[in-house]
Structures are given as structure tokens and as C-alpha cells.
């Protein structure tokens, strides 16, 4: 049974930062790409950032480029969103996903999804 363990969100304040984990199991971590996707209130879910499988290459929406960053831990099965100089409207549900190889773009492309994690930025 695969899971996806989200943890790290709560509130900041505006220029402040947060990391956010997804611990995965029942998967051979190196094989997925994992995918961020965030929810803002009255929004639809959208892309935030993604990794290759094998550590390939990152991926980021224009939205958050320069100030987020991604990382994987093979030997944790982990993979973690960095968030630096967050913003008020980086508020939302933050999702982390898996999909087998390359990454996606979109929801649908991918098979896994964690419960999700409340991010609230303070202006």
C-alpha cells in the first residue's frame, strides 16, 4: 500500500520560510517523480514544483521560482519542498504526489497524493 506523509506546514510571516516533507512508503522511491501542488481557498489545485525520478531534473511554476526549492532523500524516501521568502498569497493546501518516471504537470498525471498541509502567510 503506497502512502505519501506530509508534514512542516503552519503559519509565518511574510519573508519567512518553511520546509515541508513527504515521506513515502510502499514505493520505490527513486522510480517516482514527485509533484507539489498547492490549493488556495476558492481555487483550483495547481502545480507548484516536481522532480524527475533518479533525481533528474526540477521543475517550477513561475509563481514560486527563485524562492522555492525541491530536494530528495533516497535513503528517507523523502522529498521536501524548501519555501523561502513566502507570501501572503503562497496560503494554501500544499499537496505532494508521486508518479512513476517523469514528471507531470497536471493533477491527473499523477497516481499518489498525501493528505495535505496547511501553509497561512502573514502579511
Known amino acids: 500500500q503506497v502512502q505519501l506523509v506530509e508534514s512542516g506546514g503552519g503559519l509565518v510571516q511574510a519573508g519567512g520560510s518553511l520546509r515541508l516533507s513527504c515521506v513515502t512508503s510502499?514505493?520505490?522511491?527513486?522510480?517516482?517523480?514527485m509533484g507539489w501542488f498547492r490549493q488556495a481557498p476558492g481555487k483550483e489545485r495547481e502545480f507548484v514544483a516536481a522532480?524527475?525520478?533518479?533525481?533528474?531534473?526540477?521543475y517550477f511554476a513561475d509563481s514560486v521560482k527563485g524562492r522555492f526549492t525541491t530536494s530528495r532523500d533516497t535513503a528517507k524516501n523523502t522529498a521536501y519542498l524548501q519555501m523561502d521568502s513566502l507570501k501572503p498569497e503562497d496560503t494554501a493546501v500544499y499537496y505532494c504526489?508521486?508518479?512513476?518516471?517523469?514528471?507531470?504537470?497536471?493533477?491527473?498525471?499523477?497516481?499518489?497524493w498525501g493528505q495535505g498541509t496547511q501553509v497561512t502567510v502573514s502579511s
Open positions: 522532480s524527475d525520478w533518479r533525481g533528474g531534473k526540477t
Open positions: 504526489a508521486a508518479r512513476y518516471g517523469y514528471r507531470g504537470f497536471r493533477e491527473w498525471d499523477y497516481d499518489y
Open positions: 510502499g514505493l520505490t522511491f527513486n522510480d517516482y517523480a
